[in-house]
């Protein structure tokens, strides 16, 4: 599902990942962290943290993106989809890269 | 054509059409289309392969049962060799696996081969009938996505945690040791736990204490005693050292 949505995380600080293994609602967000993990989507940014917080506790599943401006992205993946996940995380990156252009383009015309 | 009208000679009076055709005709085999012989048309029109007409149509009939799967003979193998992995084992680790190198995954194979820690990688659809079967079917939520098991003879946990801190693409979810189900927490709860010798004797020494204090508690009073009746008897006899001598005996020497 990573190929198909390309996702560039330039602009992402750091994701936590927090899901209780033994809940049955947790397969799209283990679906997510190993899309994260691929070598393709790693490679675009080597000093993005990607943590996991294992717990046991029967909380619910939840993505944390903290990106390089302050911003923040919170996902609950008990009712998403891995592929909706992704595609939020993904849309939010390139509108941060495309705003990152423009404020280039205007310093140095 | 002009072998057709006159009466020439012998073998002209007999027409032979293919003779004419083959005059000015290709071969049987050419590279171009060639129309079929009338004759041979209508031979294959006769012969032609009407197939059996079913008196009900196929689409009025009731559709047919699905087929139940055939068992593979190498999922069976797989499924045999988890369940003489999880018989032969103490401890059973189940990690969550994202994509590494291969050379990675050799490196922590070693790193876990060095402490008598398996790397086994295990297929849902293999693992779940074999576990569900088995003592760990309360690990069966864990087995959703990639998933590696760590087994090993003996309960190495610390070991197994340190070599795992080290790969944050391999996360511990759970684990089964000597027949107790345990969460991440209390894998690193029972790594903390001194060993069993060290137990023993830590358990040891917490039920001799016991004893050691009721004796002691005991033999404190007539302790106390003996030792005030010893005082005394050393006091009365300094003070009758200090006296002097009793008068009777004097009197018995001269």
């Known amino acids: 599902m990573a190929s198909k949505v390309s996702l560039v995380l330039r602009p992402v600080k750091s994701i936590v990942v927090r899901f209780c293994p033994f809940e049955p609602n947790v397969e799209s967000t283990r679906k997510f962290l190993q899309s994260i993990y691929h070598k393709k989507v790693q490679a675009t ?18 993505v944390d993106v903290t990106f390089a401006d302050g911003d923040r992205l919170i996902m609950k993946g008990a009712h998403l989809t891995t592929g909706e996940m992704l595609t939020a995380l993904a849309s939010r990156c390139n509108a941060k890269d495309l705003k990152e252009e423009q404020k280039s383009k205007k310093k140095n015309p | 054509m002009a072998a057709l009208g006159s ?26 289309w060639k129309a079929m012989h009338f004759q041979r048309q209508k031979l294959l029109a006769l012969t032609e392969y009407l197939p059996p007409r079913p008196s009900l149509p196929p689409r009025c009939q009731p559709p047919p049962a699905p087929l139940a799967p055939q068992e593979e003979g190498y999922a069976r193998v797989l499924r045999g060799q988890l369940q003489d992995t999880l018989r032969a084992s103490r401890m059973v680790a189940v990690c969550h696996y994202n994509s590494m190198a291969e050379e990675d995954v050799a490196t922590l194979r070693h790193f876990l081969r060095r402490h008598g820690i398996h ?33 090993s003879p003996e309960p190495r946990a ?11 693409q391999v ?40 004893c050691s204090q009721t004796s002691s508690l005991l033999q404190r009073g007539p302790a106390r005693l003996t030792a005030l009746l010893d005082e005394h008897v050393r ?19 001269s």
């Open chain 1, 45 to 62: 940014n080597t000093n993005c943290e990607v943590t996991t917080d294992v717990r046991h506790d029967g909380s619910e599943p939840v």
């Open chain 2, 7 to 32: 009466g020439g000679a012998r073998w002209r009076r007999a027409w032979l059409p293919a003779l004419q055709l083959l005059r000015r005709g290709s071969k049987a085999v050419t590279r171009h």
């Open chain 2, 119 to 151: 790397l086994k990688f295990v297929l849902n659809e293999v693992a779940r009938p074999v576990l569900a079967q088995s003592k760990l079917r309360n690990l069966l939520p864990l087995f959703v996505c990639r998933n590696v098991l760590l087994v």
């Open chain 2, 158 to 168: 610390r070991e197994m945690l340190r070599v795992l801190k080290g790969v944050p």
């Open chain 2, 171 to 210: 996360i511990l979810l759970g684990a089964c040791i000597d027949d107790t189900i345990l969460s991440r927490q209390g894998v690193e709860n029972f790594a903390r736990l001194p060993s069993l010798e060290v137990s023993r004797g830590q358990t040891v020494a917490a039920l001799s204490q016991l």
């Open chain 2, 235 to 253: 006091r009365l006899r300094d003070a009758a050292a200090a006296a002097g001598p009793p008068p009777g005996r004097s009197a018995a020497g």
